[in-house]
């Protein structure tokens, strides 16, 4: 069975500062990894993914994730958080080898303060 | 133009009642899946269609019964409502001939239970 864990439910930076979001994940083979932001009423969107090659993965609105084998893990990260970055952020894992199912994590709420 | 369009936007109802979501993709996506959010923010998929076809059906009562009309609907339906289904219902899309595409979501129905 396949899972995603994000350990902290709330992640609280400065802006300007860098930002780290951390998910680490558990699959029986290849992993196609995502993340997606949700900002308040509306539905989740689609940030970056992980599929093969390059384990730095460059996405929308300046966000970065690496990917690490060896750790599991997939965490999101931005090198200058803005205000407007506050929002609630899902990791997803998909096997390549399920009927297409996506697990999420349970979302971390991330606040950029001014 | 809107991309996954679910309605209605909010649903009030009492306990006991039916009531249908519709969700629409002008993607020409293949696959599309039903999520329910709870007030945790938790996201838990609950249903996916491939080219109208039930490809996953997660531990969800017998109440709720999707359909999918066509490959650019898929509509839910539930039964005799409860006070535990009130929630977030999230419809997706996603193109997944090679499972590494990401989903595209509506923005949510927001059901409550009186």
């Known amino acids: 069975a396949q899972s995603v864990a994000q350990p902290e439910d709330q992640v609280n930076v400065a802006e300007g500062n860098p930002l780290t979001v951390k998910c680490t994940y558990s699959?029986?083979?290849?992993?196609?990894l995502f993340w997606y932001v949700q900002y308040p009423n509306r539905g989740l969107q689609f940030l970056l993914k992980y599929i093969t090659g390059d384990n730095l993965v460059k996405g929308s609105y300046g966000f970065e994730a690496e990917f690490n084998k060896s750790q599991t893990s997939f965490h999101l990260k931005k090198p200058s958080a803005l205000v407007s970055d506050s929002a609630l952020y899902f990791c997803?894992?998909?096997?390549?080898?399920?009927?297409?199912?996506?697990?999420f994590g349970d979302g971390t709420t991330l606040t950029v303060k001014p | 133009d809107t991309a996954v369009s679910q309605t209605p936007k909010y649903l009030v109802t009492q306990m006991g009642n039916d009531k249908s979501i519709k969700c629409e993709q002008n993607?020409?996506?293949?696959?599309m899946y039903w999520y329910k959010q709870d007030s945790k923010k938790f996201l838990k998929i609950m249903f996916s269609?491939?080219?109208?076809?039930?490809?996953i059906n997660e531990t969800v009562p017998n109440r709720f019964s999707p359909k999918s009309p066509d490959k650019a609907h898929l509509n839910l339906h539930i039964n005799s409502l409860e006070l535990g289904d009130s929630a977030v219902y999230f419809c997706?899309?996603?193109?997944?001939?090679?499972?590494?595409?990401?989903?595209?979501f509506g923005d949510g129905t927001r059901l409550s239970i009186l």
């Open positions: 997706a899309s996603s193109q997944d001939g090679s499972r590494n595409q990401p989903q595209h």
């Open positions: 699959v029986s083979g290849n992993p196609y």
């Open positions: 997803a894992v998909r096997d390549n080898t399920n009927a297409g199912k996506s697990t």
């Open positions: 269609y491939n080219n109208k076809e039930l490809i």
């Open positions: 993607l020409g996506h293949d696959t």
